[in-house]
């Protein structure tokens, strides 16, 4: 049985003949976890949109999870992914009053409310996510009562109600004090620690974000790829000193990669 879940072979992606990805070759295999690292406007959240079937790689060839793009009943595929993204803040606007609980159960359907039918073996589900992720004291409150740390375990906890093959969670940590990050965090480490786990996509621009779970490293710049590879090979000082344009020395404690950022003023003197 092949262990390959994403495999992204010369895809390139353009818009309106602007290139925004360019020769990405990527692959993903089963238990292991990817950070994908990158500026702002490097390209992490379009290469999301094509391995979730949002946009279709101009060329190239994607597979996910054994299915290959064109070939696959897209609709399906993403039932077997699930997405944290910032956008759920937005969409829940309108549904602030539900308990978090309900929010959690909701991704049963990748519905925002619940407008299906729920049972109890979904409800109770949903507790032991919410469990996991320390929500336990607050499983009963309104959205509109939790912290931004609560607010972003359970949303995560949401897109593991189809106990997803893969696990987006975009930059989620924005927003988020230095202790409600680390908590963050420390919940999702614990979340990828077993045979179980889905495959982890996190995207950031923090190496320091990246924890000991993650095993593997997609380094982007401009809409291509400057490194992909355990993380150690990738997140070194000179390959962040290329991807972030300003001087990085990295140093591990506690399996975290921890940064110190030089001075503008030394870019170009430090690669
Ligand atoms: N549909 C589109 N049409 C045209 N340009 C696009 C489109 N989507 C993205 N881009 C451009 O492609 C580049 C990469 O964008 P993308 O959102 O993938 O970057 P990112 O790494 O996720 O950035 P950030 O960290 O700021 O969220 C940007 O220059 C963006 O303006």
Known sequence: MSTKVITLDNVSWRRQKKPILEDIQWEVQKGEH????????SGKTSILKLITGYE????????????????????DLRKRIGWLSASLDEKYRNYEGLSCADVIVSGKNASVGIHEQVDDVDIQQALSLAKEMGLSHVSHSPLRNLSQGERKKTFYARAMMTSPEIMIVDEPTSGLDILAREQFLTHLQNAHLNAESPVLLYVTHYPEEIIPAVTHVLLLKNGRVVAADKKEKVLTDQLLTQAFDVPIFVSWRDERPWIQVGSIAEVGKST
Request: no cysteine; net charge negative; glycine share 18%.
């Open 56 to 75: 279709w790689a101009t060329t190239g060839t994607i597979d996910v999870l054994g299915e290959r793009f064109g070939q696959t009943a897209i609709f």
């Open 34 to 41: 990817w950070a994908i690292l990158g500026a702002n406007g």
